[in-house]
């Protein structure tokens, strides 16, 4: 009996982060996440917030690929939260994907929901974060997904592991901010900062004391899993004096890309490799927008420090030389890099069959003010929104998911959202603003269970035309073509990659451009699609793919959990 018992102990370790026990005879985890307001002090300002463990950002998430973490969550909050696990694929379980009246009704105050967190064939970097209003801002982490026991990186085993998190920093209270904003119909205000692991930098007021340190050995090899988890900017990120090697991009890895900058679109994620390989000394992290739009922005630089163990601190720190704000070259030059590592031992499997197309147009629109006494905050007195096929989507009070479950004859849903736009024009023309007017529904797109789908996202020049980080819940997909102006069916897939295509769950549509985008529907669920900056989403640039149920039991959704949040 002693003997078993002291084999317990030896078996199991315990993280104090995020609650986390792992057991090495289980590939089950468990964790508990307590969302309560607490004081922060950032920028000369004080402000309560929400928080999961009174962290910022909040705990990681430690599993291995393959395995289950439930994950208790108790708003302790003032007003209802949801938790999405963005890029986790939950097979066969839209019920714990998170978004809010989407796969489930918000946990209301005082009340709490365990999340079942499926992983699958992700390895590498993901992160968690609130799916409810713009709660994200605050309330986000790190998932860190290890292979397999028994097998390794498809990299030299690195020194050590950092997390490395990029966030944007509001003086102002966040649900305040989109709820003042929605109600006139006009733009929130940009952050006024952003952070790297909590903490804005050397270039911010009342900050050059409280800023990230990464300390490193000379000579040693780190892995950085670095998210953008900022609201509204797609980002530069670079460290001074130093190359770096980018190995994965969403829990997928990817050939090496040597380089001194990455450009990394919010919802994001990337590995990437760093050797202290400099002279022992203290150099800048920074990171900064890229930003090709007439839209505001938040035009400010976060910073960390890389410091070298035993070195004496330089009387100037050096500083990345990262792109302009609006270098659009650059950040062409690195994305076009990235390419899947497509090895024997992570091999990819590119639909080549397309039995399921769909065109989409990504738009910034404008809506008629609907105010009763005065005039809206968008352009001309307008209310200002997004669309995809010109459709705005509009969030329904009660989930999709448990009304195409139930299958419910009177939905607040239509499952009829189109394959194509109703109107075909010069989508990149400089007569786009004749369509600016969308319609508003609440449509979902029903696909066949394993149909080989493609994707053409294209945008427009409607209002203000910018880049658009696309994300897609419960899939990863293979990007298998982008560029510029008009997407041409009989031109444009003689420029498809389907040889080595980067699998992401998130990708940049660029300004006046089109992406198009491959996976098989082997997913059944309800899952959300939308722009990853949170104005657009705010204003309906989201729509909701449902996949229907496969012959098998394997093959269909699973049966919603007991404990669900009721709708309110």
């Not at 291995?64 to 909050?77: C, I, L, P, S």
């Not at 739009?293 to 990262?322: G, M, V």
């Amino acid at each position: 009996m002693e003997l078993m018992k002291m084999l317990g102990l030896l078996l199991g370790i315990f993280f104090l982060d995020g609650l986390f026990l792992l057991s090495a005879a289980s590939n089950v985890h468990h964790y508990s996440f307590i969302l309560k307001e607490t004081n922060l002090t950032r920028l000369c300002f004080e402000k309560p917030m929400l928080t999961v463990n009174e962290q910022f950002p909040g705990p990681t998430i430690h599993v291995r690929k393959g395995d289950t973490a439930f994950v208790n969550v108790h708003n302790d909050g003032k007003y209802g939260v949801t938790i999405h696990w963005h890029g986790v694929k939950q097979p066969n379980n839209p019920w714990s994907d998170g978004p809010e009246n989407i796969t489930q009704c918000p946990i209301q105050p005082g009340k709490n929901f365990t999340y079942e967190v499926i992983f699958s064939d992700e390895e590498g970097t993901l992160w968690w974060h609130a799916h409810s209003d713009w709660s994200r801002a605050t309330v986000h982490g790190h998932i860190v997904i290890l292979p397999e026991i028994g097998k390794t990186y498809p990299f030299p085993e690195p020194y050590a592991e950092q997390t490395i998190f990029l966030a944007s920093w509001f003086n102002t209270d966040v649900k305040e901010l989109i709820d003042d904003a929605t109600l006139i119909g006009g733009d929130p205000d940009p952050s006024d900062g952003f952070t790297i692991n909590g903490w804005p930098g050397a270039l911010y007021n009342c900050s050059n004391e409280t800023i990230s340190t990464f300390g490193v050995e000379y000579g040693k090899t780190y892995l950085f899993r670095l998210v953008n988890g900022v609201m509204n900017e797609e980002m530069f990120f670079g460290i001074a004096g130093h190359n770096f090697t980018v190995v994965a991009q969403d829990a997928a890895y990817i050939k090496p890309i040597v380089t001194s900058y990455i450009m990394i679109t919010p919802g994001q994620t990337m590995d990437i490799l760093l050797t202290a390989d400099q002279s022992p000394s203290s150099y800048y992290i920074a990171a900064s927008p890229f930003f090709d739009s007439n839209a505001p922005f938040d035009n400010t630089t976060t910073t960390a420090i890389l410091q070298y163990t035993n070195a004496t601190a330089p009387s100037s720190i050096p500083f990345p030389s990262l792109p302009s704000t609006t270098d659009k070259e650059s950040a062409d030059n690195f994305t076009s890099k990235i390419k899947a590592l497509a090895s024997e031992e992570h091999p990819i499997s590119v639909p080549q069959n397309i039995t399921k197309r769909i065109f989409i147009t990504v738009s910034v629109n404008q809506l008629p003010c609907d105010l009763v006494n005065g005039t809206c905050g968008g352009p001309n007195g307008n209310r200002l929104a997004a669309s995809l096929n010109n459709i705005s989507f509009s969030t329904p009070t009660t989930d999709v998911l448990q009304q195409y479950y139930s299958m419910l004859n009177d939905t607040s849903f239509d499952s009829d959202f189109p394959s194509q736009p109703a109107v075909l024009f010069n989508f990149t023309g400089d007569d786009a603003d004749d369509y600016i007017l969308p319609e508003v529904g609440t449509k979902a797109k029903l696909v066949e269970y394993g149909a080989s789908v493609e994707i053409v996202y294209q945008g427009t020049n409607i209002g203000n035309a910018e880049n658009h980080p696309m994300h897609l819940h419960g899939y990863s997909f293979y990007v298998v073509g982008s560029a510029y102006g008009n997407w041409n069916e009989t031109t444009s897939p003689d420029t498809y990659n389907l040889i080595d295509p980067p699998e992401v769950n998130t990708i940049g549509v660029p300004k006046n451009g089109w992406t198009s985008i491959r996976f098989v529907a082997n997913n059944p669920g309800v899952w959300f699609m939308h722009c990853h900056l949170e104005r657009h989403a705010s204003w309906g640039m989201n729509t909701v793919l449902i996949v229907k149920n496969g012959p098998t039991n394997d093959t269909k959704i699973r049966r919603p959990p007991p404990n669900l949040p009721i709708c309110a």
